[in-house]
């Protein structure tokens, strides 16, 4: 309870940054608050089950088409709770197809979802002569940054319930040894696919609230694979096992890249190949791993 106060401090701190700055660093804000809803929601599925899911791309995408498709007759706000709504049943129909798989098959199906809806959606627009959409509100950057804060307390807060429920206890036991928890009579399957729902909702939230910053979207654009695998640096740089983690690596991994973008435009992709070296072999745990190590180390010395 003390961290969920803390938590809830914390965030409403965040949300004063538009009264103190409307240009660079509101910008940087709303693309940290973007980053932390993706790579917590993310961290809330593959961290307990240890299933990598490349699939971010294919829902945040459906959620801005669903902003474009209906800026101009239904509200807002309604977009985006629908959004989430469709992203929950596309993701619990993936779930259904795909999450009795386990390794690279699960990779390499969700990292193929965002390129087969990409192209699905490309299809249907040359057909009907309709290239892109113009999504055009009144929302502006700081309307944008607290409703994406809003969302990332929301996941925090639901990330929080999960980890006290049967729900998360069951999909740390699945994530040990899936064979055991089924032995133990939990249901899998539906555990997983409950839990997948989660990533997928806000995902496409999150693309729905980022749709009028983009103004003008395409297919190329709104399922970017890039964004699947940012997520997913992000959130293992961090350390997926802590609710906190993907925020540690959110924030310094945001500023790595608005540099690189900077001064070395035609370098980000090589940055992030790098990143997934350097964690892989370096940091496997990310830096709640690496600190988690530390503090063993202290107290079993402190014991001696």
Not at 121 to 131: A, H, P
Not at 255 to 269: A, D, G, I, K, R
Not at 270 to 294: E, H, R, S, T
């Amino acid at each position: 309870m003390r961290n969920l106060i803390l938590t809830a401090l914390a965030f409403g701190v965040c949300a004063l940054l538009p009264f103190g700055d409307n240009g660079y660093w509101l910008g940087l804000g709303v693309t940290i608050a973007m980053f932390t809803t993706l790579a917590t929601s993310w961290a809330l599925f593959s961290g307990p089950t240890h299933y990598i899911s490349l699939a971010t791309a294919a829902f945040f995408g459906v959620g801005t088409y669903v902003t474009g498709l209906g800026i101009d007759t239904l509200p807002f706000w309604s977009l985006v709770g629908l959004a989430g709504l469709i992203g929950a049943v596309l993701a619990a129909l993936v779930g259904l197809a795909t999450l009795r798989l386990s390794g690279v098959y699960f990779v390499i199906f969700t990292l193929g979802l965002a390129e087969l809806v990409r192209q699905v959606i490309t299809w249907v627009q040359n057909n009907t002569g309709q290239k892109g959409l113009y999504v055009l509100t009144d929302l502006d950057e700081a309307g944008i940054y607290w409703w994406l804060l809003g969302l990332a307390a929301a996941v925090f807060l639901t990330g929080w319930l999960i980890g006290r429920s049967r729900l998360g206890f069951a999909l740390r036991i699945i994530g040990d040894d899936e064979t055991v928890a089924a032995h133990s009579g939990i249901n899998t399957a539906r555990a997983k696919i409950l839990l997948f729902m989660v990533p997928g909702a806000v995902a496409a939230m999150t693309g729905a609230i980022l749709a009028p910053r983009y103004v003008y979207i395409e297919p190329s654009l709104a399922f970017a694979p890039i964004l699947s695998f940012q997520v997913v640096i992000m959130a293992l740089l961090g350390g997926a096992s802590r609710l906190w983690g993907p925020l540690v690596g959110v924030i310094p991994f945001t500023f790595l890249l608005e540099t690189v973008s900077s001064n070395f435009p035609n370098q980000t992709t090589l940055v992030i190949g790098i990143a997934f070296l350097v964690i892989v072999y370096l940091l496997p745990n990310g830096f709640v791993g690496l600190l988690d190590k530390v503090l063993h180390r202290i107290e079993a010395s402190e014991v001696q």
